[in-house]
């Protein structure tokens, strides 16, 4: 919707974005240790390359800096959506393959996929802001894969973490250019949509 | 004609279409080279050095006439290159610069190649200095790694390095720039510090920096350190009464990369008061004591030498003051 914010959403578009901002930076640095925690568990190398992932948003991105603020939540709604979906069935997985021998990496996945969770709404509550009502979800998960192998889906959950904690990155810039005033209409920039 | 030869080479060269047996004069450099270095028309260089290049000359016997020239270029082929790459623009770009460990004294040709995962990307050769290029990034976000070829070419030889690495490794801020320090009235144990982003940091606000800072007096050598997640400036508050101070900042990304070098160093001195109008005899007695005393202590005695400090930081004392102060505290129980 063009035109200026009002004070109080202009405020409230700040404040989730501050909080946002923070929610990421430490989701992000969870996934980093929950990275050597896993590749220790599943007796990965850390250094191994993974190939796009199927189904993992990747989150490297052209043209970044020309994406109108619509745009950014979006995919950053799309994204975390699917995030919720893969760390839930890395889950599952990961308590077949290690039982109770991995504990300590089943909560940490536990409390990562808590926080994506809690960032899905805060970009959900963001777009209401937008009057824009939050894309409804396809389906209950993602859609059925043929089955891999006990390697490929250490492999998968490799890449899986990885493009997390890419994603918490871009996240984090994405939010700082939603908080940006814009100059003499007081609303956020590129959040107003073309005519 | 050009010629290189590796240092420590045999070097032979003929008179152009001379026979062996013609009667030739060899000049280096316009001066006449002994018979003792030909072998018939040709002539040798044994195990040639850098100070045997120059300009070869062949003249025939009896006419003198030019049969032959060449210039002689000694070197070495290059050695593996130092190559670095690095972004103090993020998230524009960023820039590759080499170097050769030691030179070959004779031309080189350098060939960069940039790849990020299977697109070869154009690295812009600089202007000045000569030995870099800048690229821009097309993608950001990406975990996929850059991989920077750099070939050094020469008439003797070629060699080649290979860096890999991530978009985000790279990322090392230029140093903070227009430091400035400056004592805080009647607070003598302050100094404000203010200081800029880098220029070349394109956007601190999608990309904030944070800083690290660090001042110690000059008479010390350790430095205290504070780090700073926001704002561009500090105040310190636990400086030594009138001691100079020597104060700088680094940058950092808040979350990629690493820290920038230090910025240049600024000196300053916090706030001391005036000293009070005395009558004459005490103002005499002042300017011919106390002008080499760095502490402002009464004229005529110094309380602390340096030799004589316990502790460190700001809860230092010396053995004297802490007697003064016991003396006092006795008198007052």
Do not use: I, R, T, Y
């Given at each position: 919707m063009a035109g200026a914010d009002s004070p109080s959403t202009a405020l409230r578009r700040r404040d989730l974005c501050t909080r946002g901002i923070r929610l990421v930076g430490k989701m992000r640095s969870d996934v980093i240790d929950l990275l050597d925690t896993y590749v220790e568990r599943q007796g990965l190398d850390a250094s191994a390359s993974v190939a796009a992932v199927e189904g993992v948003p990747p989150a490297a991105v052209e043209r970044w800096d020309e994406q109108t603020g619509t745009q950014r939540l979006l995919e950053n709604l799309a994204a975390y959506r699917a995030f919720r979906a893969l760390l839930a069935q890395m889950l599952e997985e990961q308590r077949e393959q290690l039982?109770?021998?991995?504990a300590a990496l089943g909560r940490a996945l536990a409390a990562v996929l808590l926080q994506v969770s809690a960032f899905t709404y805060h970009l959900e509550e963001l777009l209401r802001l937008e009057s824009r009502s939050p894309p409804s979800e396809e389906g209950d998960g993602p859609p059925p894969r043929p089955p891999l192998s006990l390697f490929e889906q250490k492999l998968r959950g490799l890449g899986v973490l990885r493009e997390l904690a890419q994603w918490a990155l871009r996240s984090a810039r994405d939010l700082r250019q939603l908080a940006k005033p814009s100059p003499g209409t007081g609303s956020a920039p590129g959040l107003a949509e073309s005519p | 004609h050009m010629q290189y030869e590796r240092v420590g080479a045999d070097v032979t060269m003929k008179?152009?279409?001379?026979?062996?047996?013609a009667a030739v004069t060899w000049t280096a450099n316009g001066t006449d080279i002994d018979e003792?270095?030909?072998?018939g028309s040709y002539l040798i260089l044994k195990n040639v050095d850098l100070t045997q290049s120059g300009q070869y000359s062949c003249y025939e016997?009896?006419?003198?006439?030019?049969?032959y020239q060449t210039y002689l270029r000694v070197g070495t082929p290059p050695k593996e290159p130092v190559l670095m790459c690095r972004s103090n623009n993020y998230p524009k770009g960023f820039y590759c610069s080499w170097h050769l460990p030691t030179p070959t004294y004779i031309p080189n040709s350098f060939n960069i190649s940039v790849i990020h995962g299977t697109k070869e990307m154009i690295c812009e050769k600089d202007?000045?200095?000569?030995n870099r290029c800048h690229i821009r990034y097309l993608q950001l976000f990406s975990t996929v790694k850059y991989k920077v070829t750099l070939t050094v070419t020469n008439a003797l030889g070629k060699n080649f390095t290979t860096l890999t690495f991530d978009e985000v490794a790279i990322v090392k801020p230029d140093p903070p720039e227009s430091v400035v320090a400056k004592p805080v009235p009647n607070n003598p144990r302050r100094l404000e510090v203010s200081w800029q982003n880098p220029s070349s940091w394109p956007d601190p606000e999608s990309f904030p920096l944070k800083f690290f800072l660090r001042y110690r007096p000059l008479i010390l050598d350790q430095w205290q350190h504070v780090e700073l997640s926001d704002g561009t400036s500090h105040t310190i508050t636990d400086a030594y009464a009138g001691k100079e101070y020597i104060i700088q900042v680094a940058a950092k990304d808040n979350d990629i990369g690493t820290w920038s070098d230090w910025s240049v160093a600024v000196h300053a001195t916090p706030w001391t008061e005036e000293p009070k109008h005395l009558t004459t005899e005490a103002q005499i007695t002042e300017t011919t004591s106390a002008s080499t005393s760095s502490f402002m202590a009464p004229p005529t005695t110094k309380i602390c030498d340096k030799g004589a400090m316990v502790g460190s930081g700001a809860v230092a004392v010396c053995w004297t003051a802490g007697l003064v102060v016991a003396a006092y505290s006795v008198l007052f129980i």
């Open positions: 039982g109770e021998a991995g | 008179c152009g279409s001379m026979d062996w047996d003792s270095h030909l072998n016997g009896s006419s003198w006439h030019l049969k202007a000045v200095p000569k």
